[in-house]
């Protein structure tokens, strides 16, 4: 079934469109007169910059400057809102994991947890901002002063998500920002666009007129206006960086604008001559081609000491041809279809300049493609004057770098311009302790003897250089959506008793 989409979402209502339309097609091929095609699951509207202006407009009126109903209504009423939203979220639940599915490629299993773990973010979100209520309802008294420490909005935030998570991530950081009090602008990512519509009625409905707006179209002609607008207060990205930077220097005020973005990785698997193989092989497996390799968090690159690499490339390649590829709905099935219709021929181009610069493919039909699907790769020996030694891949293609002295994985995570998070492989606790604080000052999580993630959502995701700016996480984008302020009086004899 198609699920074609003529509305979206401005000052309270769904507005129709008549203009332009894009054609969604699932990474998923189906059989035609002309071969093997990707499948036309929907269509969406292609907003021009007047509706984007529009919404935006609408989010600023419903702010109205911090006196709008919105950002002084009563964080329990706020918290009502969202409780009635989550309810009916869940009624969409097998639509939404479907859309996932179809939309992105992800397999079903895992689309029906991204949707859980979002409603899960959502109702740890109530209640962590309930405990930060609770502290800003006490009153602190220092030098004769009393003052009530609160959290108040920051204004009008523009929320674009990522492919790979379009509703989980886009989930962790839009949820935080609407309830503490902001009024939002949301354009959903170009793959993972339709599997929103199911929510608009119940953004719709839930919230007051213009807290939540959204707004569909290309984002290279309709965001950069908003940004040069001068309205937004807030930008909240997951993509890349140089994306980030390009509309962050278009805003009038950019030292008024605050940046909540989660950007580009290349995280590392380090593995020391005392680690345990097996575990390094299952974790760097898991670590490297979970959703084809598409995730920020992902290992995209490997260094693993020389006593071990041939070794270790050898068994990671068996493990490899092991992982059950197909359709998303498959059960069991880890290698899908990618979304991104360019992917197949970048990644061609890595394991090409990789190739002809001295590396191998070392598994059975590692890089093959068949329409989307892209069969994963490990490549060695790599070396630095490999794209794969720097850019990321995020796709299945696993390059490992032999490594002789533990100061040239370190010396890699110092020059790099990323600084997400590291796995470090070792069974040796004083070689462990030696390098955790090396390992930790380059980036903003070691992960030991096991594979980098993003969760449990409790735990701050951020990073360093150009992998992040501000902190997400259930509590802490409480806190990046919001700023400190407080109310103070002057004690006198008659209101200190
Ligand atoms: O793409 C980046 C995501 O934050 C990855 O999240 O580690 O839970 O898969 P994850």
Not at 49 to 68: C, F, S
Not at 198 to 225: D, M, Q, W
Not at 392 to 419: A, K, N, R
Request: proline share 5%; charged share 25%.
């Amino acid at each position: 079934e198609e699920l074609h989409q003529r509305s979206y979402l401005s000052d309270g209502e769904m507005k129709t469109w008549n203009g332009s339309i894009h054609e969604v097609y699932s990474p998923i091929c189906i059989q035609t007169a002309d071969g093997l095609k990707r499948k036309l699951i929907g269509t969406y509207p292609v907003c021009t910059e007047k509706e984007a202006n529009e919404a935006l407009e609408a989010a600023v009126k419903a702010y109205n400057n911090g006196r709008g109903q919105w950002p002084t209504m009563s964080v329990a009423q706020r918290i009502e809102c969202v409780e009635k939203f989550v309810k009916r979220m869940l009624e969409q639940k097998e639509m939404v994991a479907k859309l996932i599915m179809w939309e992105i490629g992800k397999s079903w299993s895992d689309s029906v947890k991204e949707f859980d773990r979002t409603v899960e973010y959502i109702y740890a979100t109530i209640d962590a901002l309930k405990d930060l209520d609770r502290d800003s309802s006490r009153f602190t008294i220092e030098q004769g002063i009393a003052a009530q420490i609160r959290r108040s909005p920051l204004g009008v935030v523009l929320c674009m998500g990522p492919f790979n998570y379009p509703l989980n991530e886009t989930f962790t950081t839009l949820i935080p920002a609407i309830i503490m009090g902001n009024t939002l602008l949301f354009k959903p990512p170009k793959h993972g666009t339709l599997l929103h519509y199911p929510l608009l009625e119940a953004f719709r409905e839930c919230f007051p007129k213009g807290v939540v707006n959204t707004i569909y179209g290309r984002g290279h002609t309709i965001v950069p206006s908003l940004m040069q607008s001068g309205k937004v207060n807030v930008l909240t990205l997951i993509g890349s960086s140089k994306v980030a930077n390009e509309l962050k220097k278009l805003h009038p005020k950019v030292n008024r604008l605050r940046a909540i973005l989660g950007l580009d990785a290349k995280n590392a698997a380090v593995i020391t001559k005392n680690a345990d193989l097996k575990l390094a092989v299952q974790e760097t497996v898991l670590g490297s081609l979970s959703f084809n390799g598409q995730r920020c968090t992902a290992l995209k690159i490997v260094f693993v000491h020389r006593s071990l690499a041939e070794q270790f490339t050898q068994q990671l390649s068996e493990a490899v041809g092991t992982l059950k590829f197909g359709m998303p709905w498959e059960s069991g099935v880890m290698l899908t279809p990618l979304p991104e219709p360019h992917k197949p021929a970048y990644l061609q181009e890595c394991i090409d300049d990789a190739l002809q610069h001295g590396a191998k493919v070392m598994n059975e039909n590692g890089g093959k493609q068949y329409e989307s699907f892209v069969y994963p790769a490990v490549l060695y020996p790599v070396n630095d004057k490999m794209k794969l030694y720097r850019e990321e891949q995020f796709g299945p293609l696993i390059p490992v770098v032999p490594f002789d002295d533990i100061d040239e994985p370190i010396q890699y995570l110092i020059d790099s311009t990323h600084g997400q998070q590291v796995s470090l492989f070792s069974n040796d606790t004083t070689e462990l302790a030696s390098l955790i604080d090396p390992l930790v000052n380059q980036v903003s999580r070691v992960n030991i003897n096991c594979q980098c993630q993003r969760g449990p959502d409790v735990f701050p995701f951020t990073g360093r250089k150009d992998s992040a700016e501000g902190t997400l996480s259930v509590v802490d984008a409480l806190r990046s959506f919001s700023i400190r302020s407080l109310v103070a009086a002057k004690l006198t004899d008659e209101n200190r008793r």
